[in-house]
């Protein structure tokens, strides 16, 4: 059901496992989970009242389903017709999401779709992409890629980066928070990054700085899905934010590390050397308004050489 029914045609699950790790049933998709209570085998007063729920639930989907697409509300247009954008997004690069955000809708009235990049996230938005329900992205926060990499929590899988490319529709990309792979608690944080630089985000979030020869593999990464998948490169900009990647890697704070960063900017641009991707430098952090309006301005600008 999962992979067989696009983003916003209604689904809904009755099961058991509703009331447990729902991931595997979810993944990147829009499907609704009701718990059975009691398991689905042979009929009793309680089951028979969970599936009516469930059949009067899904029956109300349909109808508003329906009804959205007899008004022309279809899938693939958008509201009232504007250009769809997808952004990515964590909480280390929110100011700047939000900047880009505002000025792509107040500026170009495009209709922008943030994607919080937590695995599940960076997912959505490649299958929408793959759907043609987005027409352009801003793939501000690339940090899926680090958990990739390294082993996090909220790796987002290896075909992070694939869809866009393939797709050939405009693209910035950047490398917003890879300066951090996320874990649990601090407890659960592999031994084999035991002594290295960490932060803990909340009792429940913690962070690992890469180091510099994690960062050239995380750069390898990006560059590669790009040079390899890109069918129209002059379609993609990639800016490189060099005063921080993320909201605690400037100065004074814990994950400021200029030296680790410049190891990602200059690995990526040379792994794309001759890609016909154009690399941008921009002396400023990932969250400065400033920064956020160039992005912005990048996007627009490759929307309208269309």
Same mark, same amino acid.
């Given at each position: 059901?999962? @992979? ?25 998709? +829009? =499907? ?7 398991? *689905? ?8 009242? *969970?599936? #009516? ?13 329906? $009804? ?7 899938? @693939? ?5 504007? #250009?769809?954008?997808? *952004? ?9 999401? +939000? ?19 937590? $695995? ?30 390294? !082993? ?7 075909? #992070? ?13 950047? =490398?917003?928070?890879? +300066?951090?792979? @996320? ?11 035991? !002594? #290295? ?7 429940? =979030? ?36 060099? !005063? ?43 969250? +400065? ?10 996007? !627009?600008?490759? *929307?309208?050489?269309?």
């Amino acid at each position: 059901m999962r @992979n067989a029914l696009p983003v916003g045609f209604p689904k809904l699950m009755v099961s058991t496992m509703a009331s447990g790790d729902v991931k595997p049933y979810v993944e990147e998709t +829009d =499907v609704t989970m009701m718990y059975s209570v009691v398991d *689905i085998a042979g009929r009793n007063w309680i089951l028979e009242g *969970i599936l #009516r729920n469930a059949a009067c639930a899904i029956f109300g989907m349909a109808v508003g389903y329906l $009804g959205s697409l007899s008004m022309g509300d279809g899938a @693939n247009e958008g509201s009232r017709g504007k #250009r769809r954008v997808g *952004i990515t997004m964590f909480g280390v690069t929110t100011p700047g999401v +939000d900047r880009i955000r505002g000025h792509l809708e107040d500026v170009y009235g495009f209709e922008v779709y943030v994607f919080h990049a937590t $695995g599940a996230g960076g997912k959505a938005m490649e299958r929408l992409i793959q759907e043609g329900q987005l027409d352009a992205v801003v793939d501000l926060t690339t940090s899926e890629v680090v958990d990739e990499v390294m !082993g996090g929590v909220l790796s987002a899988g290896p075909e #992070r980066l694939v869809a866009a490319a393939r797709a050939g529709i405009p693209q910035v990309v950047s =490398v917003g928070a890879c +300066d951090m792979a @996320n874990f649990g608690p601090r407890n659960t944080i592999p031994e084999r990054y035991e !002594g #290295r630089l960490i932060y803990e985000h909340n009792p429940t =979030v913690t962070l690992v700085r890469p180091n510099a020869e994690e960062t050239m593999a995380v750069a390898r990464f990006i560059a590669e899905k790009l040079r390899t998948c890109a069918v129209k490169p002059e379609l993609i900009r990639l800016v490189l934010p060099t !005063g921080g990647i993320s909201m605690i890697d400037t100065p004074g704070q814990p994950f400021y590390d200029p030296g680790v960063d410049e190891v990602l900017f200059s690995t990526l641009e040379k792994e794309l050397e001759e890609s016909g991707i154009s690399i941008v430098r921009d002396p400023r952090a990932i969250n +400065d308004p400033e920064f956020a309006v160039r992005v912005a301005d990048m996007l !627009g600008d490759l *929307i309208k050489s269309l």
